[in-house]
């Protein structure tokens, strides 16, 4: 009978398999079972490789074919140092959608019988899935939790508990020596889009220096610089290879050496290799003003990034703090600046919509009130 729904098991796992794509995975096969850690593989194009280790309730066991271990505890509910860690990482540049976690797995006759998965998401307080139970008569089994899917462009690390064992001395490992034995699953990584950040114009000498990142250059063919005056069209000034295209950070600086005299306009166009176009908000930089002055654009502001506008501006290190309505400082950034003109655009982070108030303080100190909305 045991032959039977083990059979059923192991079908209903392929069965699952085919929705879901495996982002990482464990093989234990031919290992002893009491090394310290073991390392994943990736299974797909955007995913890192993991390690698995015991918690610090555990004791490493020899046992053939299996991550294995002792000292479970024989309670009926779990203890949150008996268990076995491991994780799912995207790549930089990836996002990763997390929809189920996979293990088949050994116990001895006194091993635990009852498991639950938790994450890191919220700090482990919550199970994912439902709690799976072993019938005593089973050493070797295999389960799926399913759970809502985790979408993330950082690391989760999962922890998969094991309690209700028969004795201290009895074990349990992951591994079965056949096979994926430990598998987190989800739909196929995706390659994050173009993501401009840290986009500046600033005055130097007679020129204009344009900077800007790319948080995830991929396939990207080149990044064109583009001028207006108000009012006009904008056209291309400029062009820059891409430095890295391997979905991490790159920065860049181009200097427009004859800007029009008085408002200068620029954006950035990444080109992909696609032919897909990505435009980069607007930066505006006024050569004409005179005096000290600080501006925000547009006002009321939407969306994600905020434009810092500031005229003739002592060099120097600034502190720009955004206040809310109950003058509780809810965002800081440091700015260094080289001095005259300089237009840069700032995260929000979260901010609701309202009345809020920005201050930038250093050499001189100047502020402006600005309102968020929808």
Request: net charge neutral; aromatic share 10%; charged share 15%.
């Amino acid at each position: 009978m045991r032959r039977i729904l083990l059979f059923s098991f192991a079908s209903l796992f392929v069965f699952v398999t085919h929705a879901q794509t495996i982002l990482v995975s464990f093989d234990f096969n031919g290992i002893r079972g009491d090394e310290p850690t073991i390392t994943s593989t990736p299974n797909i194009t955007g995913v890192l490789p993991s390690l698995i280790f015991r918690g610090t309730g555990l004791a490493a066991a020899n046992n053939a074919d299996r991550f294995n271990a002792n000292s479970f505890t024989e309670g009926a509910t779990l203890d949150t140092a008996d268990y076995f860690q491991f994780s799912v990482a995207p790549a930089p540049g990836y996002s990763i959608r997390i929809a189920s976690v996979y293990f088949q797995g050994q116990r001895s006759a006194t091993g635990p019988r009852s498991f639950l998965l938790r994450s890191s998401v919220d700090n482990y307080q919550s199970n994912l899935g439902t709690q799976f139970n072993v019938p005593d008569v089973n050493t070797t089994f295999n389960n799926t939790f399913s759970f809502s899917i985790i979408e993330t462009t950082t690391p989760v690390i999962f922890r998969l508990y094991g309690f209700a064992a028969e004795g201290s001395s009895g074990s349990f490992g992951p591994g079965d020596g056949s096979g994926i034995d430990l598998a987190v699953e989800g739909p196929a990584a995706t390659v994050l889009p173009v993501k401009f950040a840290n986009l500046r114009a600033a005055k130097k000498g007679t020129a204009v220096s344009v900077q800007f990142s790319n948080l995830t250059e991929e396939d990207i063919a080149a990044y064109s610089i583009e001028r207006a005056a108000p009012g006009r069209g904008f056209v291309e000034i400029g062009r820059l290879a891409p430095q890295k295209n391997n979905n991490t950070e790159a920065s860049y600086n181009w200097e427009d050496k004859a800007p029009q005299a008085g408002v200068n306009l620029y954006r950035i166009k990444a080109v992909e290799t696609t032919g897909k176009q990505v435009l980069s908000g607007v930066l505006k930089i006024d050569l004409s003003a005179n005096g000290t002055a600080l501006q925000i654009v547009p006002n009321p502001v939407r969306g994600q990034t905020l434009g810092l506008q500031v005229t003739n501006l002592p060099a120097g290190v600034y502190q720009v703090r955004i206040f809310g309505a109950n003058a509780q400082a809810l965002s800081n950034y440091t700015l260094q600046h080289s001095g005259g003109s300089l237009t840069q655009q700032l995260p929000l982070r979260g901010l609701q919509p309202g009345q809020y108030l920005l201050q930038l303080e250093g050499v001189v100190r100047l502020q402006q009130s600005f309102l968020v909305q929808q």
